[in-house]
C-alpha cells in the first residue's frame, strides 16, 4: 500500500510551486481532457484514462499487481470527477502526467470548498467515501487554489506498478 500524508487546505502539492499544472511538468507525458460542459463526464473521464493507461504500457495488464494498478488508477479519476460534480459545480479539467515512477491526475472545477476524508469513516454509512477512497488509494494528493482566487485543482498521485 503506498503511503499517504494529511492534506490541508491550500497545499500546494509536491514541487508544483503553487500551480498544479507546474506539478505536472515533471511527467514526461501530459494528456488533458475538457470536461467543462460535458455529458455523461465520469464515463468520460474513466474512457479517456483507460486510453491513456493503454498508450502508457499500463494496459493491457501482464500481472494482477498491474490490473489493480491500473484499476485504482480509474477509481481515483471516477472519485475526483464525481466529487466535482457534486460538490463544486462541476470539473473543468482532467489532467494525467505519466512518469517512470507515478502517475498523477488533476481535476480542476470553480469550486471554492475543500475535499477532506470523512472523519471518523464509517463504512456502513452511505457517501461520503470519495475522498476516504483516494487517500487510501494514493501516495500522495492534495489541493492548489487558483490564483485568482476562482477555483482549485484536486490532484493525487499514485505509485506506478513494479
Do not use: Y
Not at 505536472?24 to 473521464?45: C, E, K, T
Not at 484514462?49 to 490490473?67: F, K
Not at 462541476?90 to 475535499?115: F, H, K, Q, W
Not at 488509494?137 to 477555483?151: I, S, T
Amino acid at each position: 500500500m503506498s503511503t499517504t500524508r494529511p492534506f490541508s487546505p491550500g497545499d500546494r502539492g509536491p514541487e508544483s510551486g503553487g500551480s498544479a499544472s507546474a506539478a505536472l511538468s515533471r511527467f514526461g507525458q501530459v494528456r488533458r481532457l475538457r470536461l467543462q460542459g460535458a455529458s455523461g463526464i465520469v464515463p468520460a473521464a474513466r474512457d479517456f484514462t483507460r486510453q491513456a493507461l493503454h498508450d502508457w504500457g499500463w494496459l493491457p495488464a501482464a500481472t494482477g499487481e498491474q490490473r489493480a494498478a491500473a484499476e485504482d488508477v480509474l477509481l481515483v479519476v471516477s472519485e475526483l470527477v464525481t466529487n466535482a460534480c457534486l460538490h463544486a459545480e462541476g470539473p473543468e479539467e482532467l489532467r494525467i502526467g505519466c512518469a517512470p515512477d507515478a502517475l498523477r491526475l488533476e481535476v480542476s472545477d470553480r469550486g471554492d470548498g475543500a475535499p477532506a476524508p470523512r472523519t471518523p469513516h464509517n463504512a456502513g454509512r452511505p457517501g461520503g467515501h470519495g475522498m476516504f477512497i483516494v487517500q487510501r488509494l494514493c501516495r500522495e494528493w492534495g489541493v492548489v487554489r487558483n490564483p485568482d482566487g476562482a477555483g482549485k485543482t484536486v490532484w493525487a498521485e499514485l505509485a506506478s506498478p513494479g
